[in-house]
């Protein structure tokens, strides 16, 4: 009969998650994180040793806030959500990867790169070519903002190496083309600083 309750307390559970994450924005989001935090401190009370429900847990909210970032519905909640999810699972690279675009967006330029530092050095088996690709080219992006196009041009360089499929090649030269601009306009500057 314990096995039985202990089940439809998980359904329960499920069904809240579920209603929880469907939720709109509210004006409190930290009230609607905290609900979250009553959800997942119930589901672990019901199983205190299970580490594979927080990676789970983890994983909903990294889906949920990638799924709002691409709609570019909601920034500020988006991180949140991923900051959460990397709460209960430090090790989710994919995470990392969102949460460093979203640090691009926002001009943060160091953090974005140790996002994509963190992305390119992970051995996950949840990251696919196309992570890699990326988080070299937006590292590039970040680099060039900073005043290091030599670094962002390295970095495209092994991106071209890794797309041997040619899939992203529009997407690298696109962004060495960005860096390839901006290094002729700090040629310029520095040509007329002398004049």
Not at 63 to 70: A, C, T
Not at 138 to 163: F, T, V
Request: glycine share 4%; proline share 2%; charged share 40%.
């Amino acid at each position: 009969m314990e096995e039985m309750e202990k089940k439809q307390d998980m359904e329960r559970l499920r069904e809240e998650l579920n209603h929880w994450l469907a939720e709109e924005e509210s004006d409190d989001d930290w009230k609607w994180l905290e609900r979250r935090e009553d959800i997942c401190l119930r589901f672990s009370q019901l199983e205190p040793k299970n580490r594979k429900f927080k990676i789970w847990f983890a994983q909903i909210l990294r889906d949920y806030g990638r799924d709002i970032k691409l709609k570019k519905e909601n920034y500020r909640k988006a991180r949140k959500l991923f900051e959460e999810a990397l709460r209960l699972d430090l090790e989710d690279a994919v995470c990392r990867y969102h949460l460093g675009h979203l640090e691009l967006y926002d001009g943060r330029w160091h953090k974005a790169i140790r996002q994509f530092q963190l992305v390119l050095q992970s051995t996950s088996k949840n990251l696919e070519p196309y992570h890699y690709i990326r988080a070299l080219c937006s590292s590039a992006i970040a680099y060039n903002q900073l005043g290091g196009p030599e670094k962002a041009l390295r970095l495209l360089d092994e991106a071209k190496e890794r797309d041997s499929e040619r899939l992203y090649r529009t997407e690298i030269d696109n962004v060495r083309l960005q860096v390839n601009v901006g290094k002729k306009r700090m040629w310029r500057k520095r040509m007329f600083h002398f004049y």
